[in-house]
């Protein structure tokens, strides 16, 4: 099609060139940024794309404006698409546009009215004309909504908005995405991808559009599609690619409309192990040794996002054997564990981690798996399950692993009793892993060698290579360089040199002072062998 512009004398070779440059930032059609840069008349476009697809242009002399066309398709949907039927024929039903590419709404008519659909190309200014006569509202067809509700339904119904959310879900699922982010403005919807912890965005949607696409989300949530005042939560349960899919999902109001976060989470059951986790051996045989005490409290720290659930349910994998009882209190369960009973915690009926551990105990299992500890309640059943005989794996939000300890009395626990109870702490960050296929050899410079400590560092973990990398990008990893996350960590085992700590002073922090690595220190191991870059580490 470039080659039809330069030909007609439309535009310059530089111009093409400038618009190259451009599309490979941000994408975009040839014709549409020559029009909106000037360069070309929307008369020049029409007949580069006339003569490209084979398609008549649209002669006004030939059909009355003021006659509108009688379809079972509501006024909005022409409208929305800038579309319009000008005749219909026998078993042809003619239509104008400014666009070629809405073949997916061609389609759909076709098999909505079952006729075949006949294109003309119209100037924008046509279009308008034609408009006007769908902006009135037919009463004959029943196109006068006395009810928003169905409005909104009839909305999210339409096959265009169904195939947009679809194609979205499908392009998530398939670049690793985490969270979609549906985000409301003014002049219409930001969609955000959230891969590998960070985000990028993926599409902009009109703000004729915004509307439809809200509903089209609450329907699939069990929403409330009426309710646009209040926070709303929901699930979402799809079959994309072959897998299946759940979907947890939030709306908010803002100030320019509703906002979406969805939490994409697999259904298939997960079989990680602590070796898939990409965690130094000498981490996975402390953790190993740690959760085989057959009583006592094991607890992961870290933000939202960090991985401690991923690493519990790797655990839990390790530990699940026909001679062991193993069940999880969560909120929500996030992931199927095969042969685990998994518990979900429901509090719009009083149904808490606190009532749900109470019940847990009668069941009789070995190891018990707590999603979070927010309470005094919650923590003070864990400590008394772990002190009569049952391993508790559970997690808290702090920032280091003995911030954990710090947490547990301030929420009213005696120290005496996290003596007596906990095994470990462990505090845990994601960083992006590099991509294996673009990932490029780099120097360690002396700066960095001073800043991160790594010759005392090296003194107390040797390794036989240093091979530090820094991301590159290709199309393997979408030019971002990363592919994938990998956990850096700090595990205490709780034992007497820690004790003795605590008994001097209960805000004791200094890990390295008792001969363990700090997240730091293990991110930095992490960056000499080639898994992660320089900048990850000062996301730490």
Same mark, same amino acid.
């Given at each position: 099609m470039e080659e039809l512009f330069l030909t007609k004398g439309y535009c310059t070779k530089e111009d093409l060139e400038k618009v190259a440059v451009v599309q490979q930032e941000y994408l975009g059609r040839t014709g549409s940024m020559l029009l909106n840069w000037g360069i070309i008349t929307e008369e020049q476009l029409l007949n580069v794309y006339s003569e490209y697809f084979e398609i008549l242009l649209?002669?006004?002399?030939?059909?009355?404006?003021?006659?509108?066309?009688?379809?079972?398709?509501?006024?909005?949907?022409?409208?929305?698409?800038?579309?319009?039927p000008i005749k219909k024929d026998n078993n042809i039903l003619y239509v104008i546009s400014d666009s070629p590419y809405n073949t997916k709404v061609f389609s759909f008519l076709e098999q909505e009215l079952g006729l075949e659909i006949e294109l003309f190309l119209a100037e924008s200014s046509t279009l308008d004309e034609f408009q006007v006569l769908y902006e009135v509202i037919d009463d004959a067809l029943g196109l006068e909504y006395d009810d928003e509700i169905d409005k909104l339904k009839e909305?999210?119904?339409?096959?265009?908005?169904?195939?947009?959310v679809n194609a979205i879900f499908t392009k998530a699922v398939n670049m690793r995405?985490?969270?979609?982010?549906?985000?409301s403005f003014k002049n219409g919807m930001h969609i955000r991808f959230r891969v590998d912890g960070k985000l990028q965005l993926i599409e902009r949607i009109s703000a004729l559009q915004k509307a439809s696409i809200i509903a089209r989300l609450k329907l699939l949530?069990?929403?409330?599609?009426?309710?646009?005042?209040?926070?709303?939560?929901?699930r979402i349960s799809i079959k994309v690619a072959g897998k299946s899919i759940d979907i947890r999902a939030s709306s908010i109001p803002t100030g320019d409309g509703e906002s979406f976060v969805l939490?994409? /989470?697999?259904?298939?059951? =997960?079989?990680?192990? #602590?070796?898939?986790?990409?965690?130094?051996?000498?981490?996975?045989? &402390? !953790?190993?040794k740690i959760v085989k005490t057959p009583h006592g409290i094991f607890l992961t720290t870290g933000p939202t996002g960090s991985g401690k659930t991923t690493t519990l349910y790797s655990i839990l994998n390790e530990l699940n054997n026909e001679d062991t009882?193993?069940?999880?209190?969560?909120?929500?369960?996030?992931?199927?564990?095969?042969?685990?009973s998994q518990i979900q915690v429901k509090s719009e009926i009083d149904f808490t981690f606190a009532n749900a551990l109470r019940s847990i105990l009668r069941q009789d299992p070995d190891v018990?798996?707590?999603?979070?500890?927010?309470?005094?309640?919650?923590?003070?059943?864990?400590?008394?399950?772990? /002190?009569?005989?049952?391993? =508790?794996?559970?997690? #808290?939000?702090?920032?280091?692993?003995?911030?954990?300890?710090?947490? &547990? !009395?301030?929420?009213?626990?005696?120290?005496?009793?996290?003596?007596?109870?906990?095994?470990?702490?462990?505090?845990?960050?994601?960083?992006?892993?590099?991509?294996?296929?673009?990932?490029?050899?780099?120097?360690?410079?002396?700066?960095?060698?001073?800043?991160?400590?790594?010759?005392?560092?090296?003194?107390?973990?040797p390794m036989e290579k240093i091979s530090p990398f820094e991301a590159k990008g290709c199309e393997e990893c979408n030019f971002t360089g990363y592919k994938g996350r990998l956990p850096v960590a700090e595990i205490i085992p709780f034992d007497n040199k820690l004790k003795v700590e605590f008994e001097?002073?209960?805000?004791?922090?200094?890990?390295?002072?008792?001969?363990?690595?700090?997240?730091?220190?293990?991110?930095?191991?992490?960056y000499l062998s080639g898994l992660t870059s320089l900048q990850e580490l000062s996301t730490l």
């Open positions: 649209f002669d006004k002399k030939k059909y009355s404006v003021g006659e509108k066309v009688l379809t079972t398709i509501t006024n909005e949907f022409w409208i929305k698409h800038h579309l319009f909305l999210a119904s339409e096959a265009p908005i169904i195939q947009k995405v985490s969270d979609i982010h549906y985000e949530s069990s929403m409330n599609i009426a309710e646009n005042r209040l926070p709303q939560d929901g939490r994409l /989470l697999g259904k298939q059951a =997960v079989t990680y192990s #602590l070796g898939y986790l990409d965690f130094f051996d000498d981490h996975i045989e &402390l !953790l190993r009882k193993v069940i999880t209190v969560e909120d929500p369960v996030e992931y199927e564990l095969d042969g685990i018990i798996m707590i999603g979070e500890i927010r309470d005094e309640e919650t923590a003070r059943i864990a400590i008394q399950s772990a /002190l009569t005989g049952h391993l =508790v794996l559970s997690t #808290l939000h702090t920032n280091s692993a003995l911030g954990a300890v710090s947490r &547990l !009395l301030d929420i009213g626990m005696e120290m005496f009793l996290l003596n007596s109870s906990i095994n470990a702490v462990m505090a845990q960050r994601l960083v992006r892993k590099l991509c294996p296929a673009c990932k490029v050899k780099s120097e360690l410079s002396a700066e960095a060698r001073e800043g991160l400590k790594i010759d005392q560092l090296l003194e107390r973990y001097k002073n209960e805000n004791f922090t200094d890990i390295g002072k008792l001969g363990y690595r700090s997240l730091q220190e293990d991110a930095t191991l992490k």
